[in-house]
């Protein structure tokens, strides 16, 4: 959702800002602006509707010299998309940016436009400006000022503001991502809501919890200080060194980064294979093979999800664990049956999923063990959980989410191994680790063969709609492979499992519509017998299945034929890569913007 970037500091704060939002982009934006105090000590704000392009256009030839700066993408929420909603917000002393919801926005509004205070936007966050302002001019010294408006409104935000007459930048957050970072031999001082826009700029990161105000200034012995809401100073943040590296913006030889991610799957596999089995996920295994949840609750979002249907299966089939996988959105709200002793294990990519850390709040209030499979170490919902497994899947850029799915997966696999006592049996650990690399060599071999999948794109991406088909295990891949397709190439695509069409969709087949048919070793006649009443009707059948299946090949318009009857419950993932790789191409001859889709952000921090 919205980026935030703010920096204090010798260098050019303007330009380290605008370096900031720009790795910021990837999350998706509609709007971006900056806001710092000038070298006559004035507070300038220059903001702008659309691409962070149009904001350096309006930038061009200023002299933009500063010593601290706020800077913003916006992610539209309250509002419509224009130069005034976009972010920073100011009067004439402070400039402020929000990522978040203010819930009671509406009810505070009003109750400040009684007291004669005007209002320019029609965001919420202008209300904590409002609030902030209100404080500052009746003289409350600017700390206590940010404090006492912070607790007025209520939901999840992170706000960063600049107050100009000290130069000095203050972040507080609640439920909304923050993360601050000190560079000691520049003596520069950052924050952000994302790890990534920091990489390479400090040496230190530092992720405050809830309900800590951040001060950045130069009058600070090492320019960052944490205080509770009382005004006492606090240690409590998760403190950590860099992991990522600035170059995992690069593209390198590919169009786009989605494809670029697709193509790091067989040595993300790899790795995760290396660390888990040899390396120092060993310790991690071992953290959680002693629990013994009676039931296992697993809640997330999107794609994420869809791997947590996938680890239910796992769960339910290879350890007996009686597994529940819910939406978190819903999951949340619904009041669910859930009690100590039981499991929570939250899925997620960038561990700041709004719906998926209220799942996992609740999880905790009720006494559950809580897990995450999770991307970004030290993220919410890494810090907020009892037992974390890391899915190493590097930065992942393209919103469309490929890689992290895979690991996901296969994390989830490995808790599954964990927790069936088996970590110290030297047979199934070989067994495991070799049948994560045959997946590797596999997802290699197919990736070779691309130009083939093109080749297909090409002949079908004209046409009205797709159901995805697919059973068992096959069938979350079914889900997962149709929401790929509608939200790169923005086209009609529903999962279905592939007993259900008859009881509804069937009715929209025709010869506009095409049924990828993902034909597993599971029920395989079942599946073909499904097929057939879509070719019956007309329907255009891509089917991916098994290799040297001539009769299938027969009755499909295009057969992708792949070698996974070895890879056992591992052959989902491997028929995954196909649909990502499909998605890809329809998409790239339907010419959409791939990796920044519109309309999505590649972390949703509101619900
Ligand atoms: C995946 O392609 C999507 N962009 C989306 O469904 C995503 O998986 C979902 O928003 C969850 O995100 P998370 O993994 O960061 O929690």
């Known amino acids: 959702m919205c980026g935030i970037v703010g920096h204090l500091g010798p260098q050019n704060s303007v330009e380290t800002v605008l370096e900031g939002l720009k790795r910021l982009e990837y999350r998706g934006y509609d709007s971006a602006g900056v806001s710092f105090v000038d070298e006559h000590n004035e507070l300038c704000v220059f903001k702008k509707s659309g691409k962070l392009e149009n904001l350096k256009r309006i930038l061009e030839g200023k002299n933009l010299v500063a010593r601290s ?76 000022a940010i404090i006492n408006s912070f607790h007025r409104i209520t939901g999840n935000s992170a706000f960063v503001i600049l107050n100009s007459e000290t130069s000095e930048i203050y972040a507080i957050k609640r439920g909304a991502p923050l993360v601050c970072g000190i560079n000691e031999t520049s003596s520069e001082g950052l924050v952000s809501s994302d790890p990534y826009a920091l990489a390479g700029m400090v040496h230190k990161l530092y992720f405050p919890e809830d309900d800590v105000l951040c001060h950045l200034s130069a009058a600070n012995k090492n320019l960052l200080n944490f205080y509770e809401l009382d005004g006492t100073k606090t240690r409590r943040y998760m403190s950590k060194t ?34 888990y089995f040899a390396g120092e996920g060993e310790s991690a295994l071992q953290d ?18 869809y791997a947590g249907l996938m680890i239910k299966d796992f769960l339910e089939q290879y350890n007996q664990i009686p597994t529940v996988a819910e939406i978190a959105s819903e999951f949340r709200y619904k009041n669910p049956l859930i009690k100590s002793g039981e499991m929570g294990l939250f899925v997620s990519q960038s561990g700041e999923t709004a719906d998926t850390l209220a799942a996992q709040e609740l999880c905790t209030e009720k006494g559950l063990d809580t897990i995450s499979i999770v991307n970004v170490e030290g993220s919410t919902l890494y810090r907020n959980c009892n037992h974390n497994l890391i899915i190493r899947a590097g930065v992942e850029i393209g919103v469309a989410s490929t890689k992290a799915f895979t690991q996901q997966v296969l994390t ?21 680790a070799s049948q994560f690399n045959l997946l590797a060599e596999r997802v290699d071999y197919l990736l070779a063969q691309e130009e083939k999948i093109k080749a297909i794109a090409k002949e079908i991406y004209e046409r009205k709609g797709y159901f995805y088909t697919g059973r068992g295990m096959y069938f979350p891949i079914a889900l997962e492979g149709a929401l790929k397709l509608k939200e790169i190439a923005y086209v009609h695509a529903e999962g279905y499992a592939s007993g259900e069409l008859k009881h509804g969709p069937i009715a929209l087949i025709d010869s506009e519509m095409v049924n990828v048919a993902i034909v ?30 001539t009769d299938l090949e027969e009755i499909s318009d295009f057969y992708i034929s792949l070698d996974f009857s070895d890879l056992g419950d591992l052959g989902p993932l491997y028929v995954n890569v196909v649909n990502q790789m499909l998605a890809y191409y329809i998409a790239l001859y339907k010419g959409t913007d791939i990796d920044k889709p519109r309309n999505l952000a590649k972390s949703v921090t509101v619900e």
């Open 69 to 144: 700066c706020i800077g913003h993408t916006r992610w539209a929420t309250h509002g419509e998309v224009n130069d005034t909603n976009s972010h920073p917000h100011s009067n004439d002393k402070i400039a402020m940016v929000h990522n978040g919801i203010i819930e009671n926005a509406t009810t505070l509004k009003r109750e400040l436009i009684e007291k004669g205070i005007k209002f320019h936007s029609e965001t919420d966050s202008e209300v904590f400006l409002a609030l902030l302002s209100d404080q500052v001019s009746q003289d409350v010294p600017f700390k206590q």
């Open 242 to 275: 860099p992991d990522i590296s600035a170059t995992a913006s690069d593209k390198g030889d590919y169009d786009h980064f989605m494809l670029k991610e697709i193509h790091e799957q067989p040595e993300l596999i790899r790795s995760l294979t290396q660390y």
């Open 288 to 305: 959680v093979a002693n629990l013994r949840p009676e039931r296992v609750h697993i809640s997330a979002c999107g794609t994420a999800f």
């Open 412 to 432: 989830g696999r490995l808790l599954s191994y964990a927790l069936s006592g088996d970590l110290n049996n030297p047979e199934r650990r070989v067994a495991l």
């Open 520 to 549: 597993g070793p599971e029920l395989y006649d079942k599946t073909v017998s499904n097929i057939q009443e879509i070719r019956a009707r007309k329907g255009i059948i891509l089917t991916i299945g098994p290799k040297g299946d």
